[in-house]
C-alpha cells in the first residue's frame, strides 16, 4: 500500500505578524525536519534551529516533534514556528515543496485525524464549529462535541440497537436450538425506551443548530412604528434610516449581535401594510418572510397604531414591544408586552434583560447533546422511522425487525463515521480552514 503523501500547510492567519506556524503531518516529517536542519528532536519539546535549504539560512525557529500515533493526525507530525514575515513563510514553504511535501487540502489534518481514529466524524465537525465559534455559547457547545458528549450518546443508542437486534437474530437464526420462546419479543421494552430518546433528541427545537448559527430575531410591525428606532438602539448604531416618511424601510436589514455568549441575528423589516407601490410590496412580502423563519419576532408598535395588517399577521407568542414610551405608549396589562422609548432610553434594559433570559430559555438545558447539524437531524429521523417500523413489526415478523434494526444502526453510525462514510466526508472536510 502506498504511503500518504506528507502535507504541511500555515496554520496561523495568513499575512505579516510576530509568529506563524507551519504544521507538517506524513511519513517523510522526520526526513523532511533534517534536511532542513531541524533534526535530532526531542518528541513534544520545543527546540531553536536555524532551518537551512541548499546552503541558504530561511529562518531561526522553533521546532516541534509529534511521532505518531499520538499526534493530532496520529501520524509523524511536526510545527515550525517561524517569524510571521511573508518572505521567510514563502521561503520556507518552497523548501518543502522542494522536498517532496505537498500543500494540505482544506480540512485534510482532520479528515487524517479521522481516518486514523483519532477523531470520530461528529467530533471532526466539532473541530471545525470550536474554530468558526465567535461567542461562549457557541464554544462551549464545540468543546462538548469535541469532548465526544454527542458521539457517546450515539454509541448508546447504537449498543441499544445492536441488544434488541441480537435477541431477535438469536430467536431467528437458532429456532431449533434451547433459546427461550418468544426472545425477540423481549427486545420490546429496549425499542420502547429508544423510540423515547430518539424523539426527545428531535424536539429540542433546534437548539444546537440555533445556537451554533445564530439565534433570528426579527421586528415586524406597522409602518412607523419605530422598528428602525428599536432596531439602532438595539445594534447601538445608526444601521438603519430612520425618518417621519412611512415607508423608508424597504428591504430586510440584519445586523449580528451577541446576548449573553449566544450570536444573535436582528433583522429589521418592512412595515406591513398593502400598498400599490410594487418596491414597497416586494420588501413587505421578503418582511413576512423572514418573519415567519424567525425564532422570536418582535411585534413593534406606537401610540395609536391601529390593529391593521400587521395585527392580522401576529402570533400569539409574538413578543410586544411598544416603542416611544415618552410619548404615551402604554402597553396593556399582559405578560408579553414591553414599553420602551429609543428618544429616553427607557425599559431599553428591561427589553435587554428580557432577550438575555429568552435566550438562556430557547437555547440552555435538555439532558441531551444538542444537534448541530441537518445532517445529524437527518440521520436522527431516519433511526426513529426504523426502530419504529421494528417495533410494529417485532410481534408480527421477527425477520422483518432485524432489516430495519440494521437500517437503523446504519443510520446512527453514518454520524459518527462508524460506517462507510466516504460519500459525505468530501462534504464536511471541505468547510475547513486549510491548516486544520
Not at 530561511?58 to 493530532?72: I, M
Not at 448508546?156 to 430467536?171: N, P
Not at 409574538?318 to 408579553?336: E, M, Q, R
Not at 437527518?378 to 425487525?401: F, G, S, T
Request: with cysteine; glycine share 10%.
Amino acid at each position: 500500500m502506498t504511503p500518504p503523501p506528507t502535507i504541511f500547510a500555515l496554520a496561523t492567519p495568513p499575512g505579516r505578524g510576530a509568529i506563524a506556524i507551519l504544521r507538517l503531518s506524513g511519513p517523510g516529517t522526520d526526513e523532511a525536519l533534517s534536511a532542513l536542519g531541524a533534526g535530532d528532536l526531542i518528541p513534544r519539546m520545543a527546540s531553536l534551529r536555524t532551518l537551512r535549504h541548499r546552503e541558504a539560512v530561511l529562518d531561526q525557529a522553533l521546532v516541534l516533534s509529534f511521532p505518531g500515533p499520538k499526534s493530532y493526525t496520529g501520524e509523524d507530525c511536526a510545527e515550525l514556528h517561524l517569524h510571521g514575515g511573508r518572505a521567510v513563510v514563502e521561503g520556507v514553504s518552497a523548501a518543502l515543496i522542494a522536498l517532496g511535501l505537498r500543500p494540505a487540502e482544506p480540512g485534510e489534518f482532520t479528515r487524517r485525524a479521522f481516518e486514523n481514529g483519532r477523531m470520530d466524524l461528529a467530533q471532526a465537525e466539532a473541530v471545525a464549529d470550536l474554530i468558526d465559534a465567535e461567542t461562549t455559547a457557541q464554544a462551549n457547545q464545540a468543546l462538548g462535541q469535541l469532548d465526544g458528549a454527542l458521539s457517546q450518546t450515539y454509541a448508546g443508542f447504537r449498543r441499544d440497537l445492536l441488544k434488541a437486534l441480537s435477541l431477535v437474530e438469536a430467536e431467528i437464526d437458532f429456532p431449533d436450538e434451547e433459546v427461550p420462546d418468544n426472545l425477540a419479543r423481549t427486545a420490546g421494552p429496549v425499542l420502547d425506551a429508544l423510540i423515547a430518546d430518539l424523539k426527545s433528541a428531535l424536539a429540542d427545537a433546534h437548539r444546537g443548530e440555533r445556537v451554533r448559527d445564530g439565534y433570528r430575531i426579527v421586528l415586524i410591525g406597522e409602518t412607523n412604528a419605530g422598528k428602525s428606532s428599536l432596531f439602532n438602539a438595539l445594534v447601538a448604531r445608526e444601521a438603519a434610516i430612520v425618518t417621519p416618511i412611512a415607508g423608508t424601510t424597504r428591504d430586510v436589514l440584519d445586523a449580528e449581535l451577541i446576548i449573553r455568549g449566544y450570536a444573535v441575528t436582528l433583522s429589521d423589516t418592512a412595515g406591513l401594510r398593502d400598498s400599490d407601490d410594487p418596491i414597497e410590496a416586494e420588501g413587505v412580502r421578503r418582511a413576512r418572510a423572514r418573519a415567519e423563519a424567525a425564532d422570536l419576532r418582535l411585534w413593534v408598535r406606537g401610540p395609536g397604531d391601529p390593529d391593521g395588517v400587521a395585527a392580522t399577521f401576529a402570533k400569539p407568542d409574538d413578543v410586544t414591544v411598544f416603542t416611544k414610551a415618552d410619548l404615551g405608549a402604554v402597553p396593556p396589562a399582559h405578560a408579553s408586552a414591553i414599553s420602551v422609548s429609543t428618544t429616553t432610553g427607557e425599559g431599553l434594559q428591561g427589553l435587554h434583560d428580557f432577550l438575555a433570559a429568552r435566550l438562556q430559555a430557547d437555547l440552555s438545558g435538555a439532558d441531551f447533546p444538542a444537534v448541530t447539524r441537518e445532517r445529524h437531524r437527518l440521520r436522527l429521523v431516519d433511526a426513529l422511522a426504523a426502530v419504529e417500523a421494528a417495533r410494529r413489526a417485532l410481534d408480527i415478523a421477527p425477520e422483518m425487525a432485524g432489516d430495519d434494526l440494521r437500517r437503523a444502526a446504519d443510520a446512527l453510525g453514518r454520524v459518527t463515521g462508524a460506517i462507510g462514510v466516504e460519500d459525505v466526508l468530501g462534504e464536511v472536510f471541505s468547510s475547513f480552514c486549510i491548516g486544520k
